[in-house]
């Protein structure tokens, strides 16, 4: 027979354990201003930061990874900078569907948001990935992109209606399950110094531990990303009990 201490031990692991991680990559154009460069260039180093994140989510053991990388609001930034930045995804995303990196790492891409927001050769990229990588479990790696915290909401129950349930039949595991990501989430970050979450992962991150980083995106280091797991470790989490 197991002790009771034994199974409250494992119990406590179990709460502890980082399953799903969350960052909303924030101040690359604040770094470009900084250093006097231009917008693109902000981005474009925001952009090699992403690697690093992964690779060390992978030491860590850590299932799921969601990046929030481009907004609905974000459309509404300035149209080169917006063009600019579709360009960037295409040229990105293009470099990881001709390497074989991600696949031997057991590294399966997700996207989620709104896709019909994106240009054609864009989305046509989104699945093209995620069809390439739909085998591999080691770890997931969302970006949201076209994402908003209210707009998935909706968009599940819009989603629950269509497949005919009754309100009897809805319950939070259904809505879930409705959502573009199901994985409730553990520790969301926020690089840039501001303290909101901008509708990252609303559902999701109701019980999430929270860590905003002053540090701007592009200048997030391997030891900024362990000192945030370290963190998180040695908190205690009550979810409301």
């Given at each position: 027979?197991?002790?009771?201490?034994?199974?409250?031990?494992c119990?406590?692991?179990?709460?502890?354990?980082?399953n799903h991680l969350?960052?909303?990559?924030?101040?690359?154009r604040?770094?470009?201003?900084k250093?006097?460069?231009?917008?693109?260039?902000?981005h474009?180093e925001?952009?090699?930061?992403?690697?690093?994140?992964?690779?060390e989510s992978?030491?860590?053991?850590?299932?799921?990874?969601?990046?929030?990388?481009?907004?609905?609001?974000?459309f509404?930034?300035?149209g080169h900078?917006?063009?600019?930045?579709m360009?960037?995804?295409?040229?990105?995303?293009?470099?990881?569907?001709?390497?074989e990196?991600?696949?031997?790492?057991?590294?399966?891409?997700?996207f989620?948001?709104?896709?019909s927001?994106?240009?054609r050769?864009v989305?046509?990229?989104?699945v093209?990935?995620?069809?390439?990588m739909?085998?591999?479990?080691?770890?997931?790696?969302?970006?949201?992109?076209?994402?908003?915290?209210?707009?998935?909401i909706?968009?599940?129950?819009?989603?629950?209606?269509?497949k005919?349930?009754?309100?009897?039949?809805?319950?939070?595991?259904?809505?879930?399950e409705?959502?573009?990501?199901?994985?409730?989430?553990d520790?969301?970050?926020?690089?840039?110094?501001e303290?909101?979450?901008?509708?990252?992962?609303?559902?999701?991150?109701?019980?999430?531990?929270?860590?905003?980083?002053?540090?701007?995106?592009?200048?997030?280091?391997?030891?900024?990303?362990?000192?945030?797991?370290?963190?998180?470790?040695?908190?205690?989490?009550?979810?409301g009990?």
């Open positions: 027979m197991m002790s009771e201490n034994f199974i409250l031990a119990v406590s692991f179990l709460l502890m354990a980082l969350g960052i909303i990559l924030d101040g690359n604040r770094y470009a201003k250093l006097g460069l231009k917008t693109w260039d902000g474009r925001g952009a090699n930061r992403v690697k690093d994140v992964i690779d992978l030491a860590f053991g850590i299932k799921n990874l969601t990046l929030y990388t481009f907004s609905t609001e974000n509404k930034r300035d900078e917006v063009e600019f930045l360009k960037l995804f295409k040229e990105v995303f293009k470099k990881v569907q001709k390497s990196d991600f696949t031997k790492k057991g590294i399966r891409l997700r989620a948001g709104d896709r927001l994106f240009p050769d989305q046509e990229i989104m093209s990935l995620e069809e390439k739909k085998d591999n479990n080691r770890i997931s790696v969302n970006f949201a992109m076209g994402y908003g915290g209210r707009s998935e909706l968009n599940a129950v819009k989603r629950i209606i269509d005919g349930f009754s309100s009897e039949d809805v319950d939070e595991k259904l809505i879930s409705n959502l573009y990501i199901k994985e409730d989430l520790l969301l970050i926020r690089t840039g110094g303290k909101r979450t901008s509708g990252f992962l609303p559902w999701q991150g109701v019980y999430a531990e929270l860590m905003f980083i002053d540090k701007l995106w592009p200048e997030f280091t391997k030891d900024d990303f362990k000192r945030c797991i370290n963190e998180f470790e040695q908190r205690n989490r009550r979810f009990q």
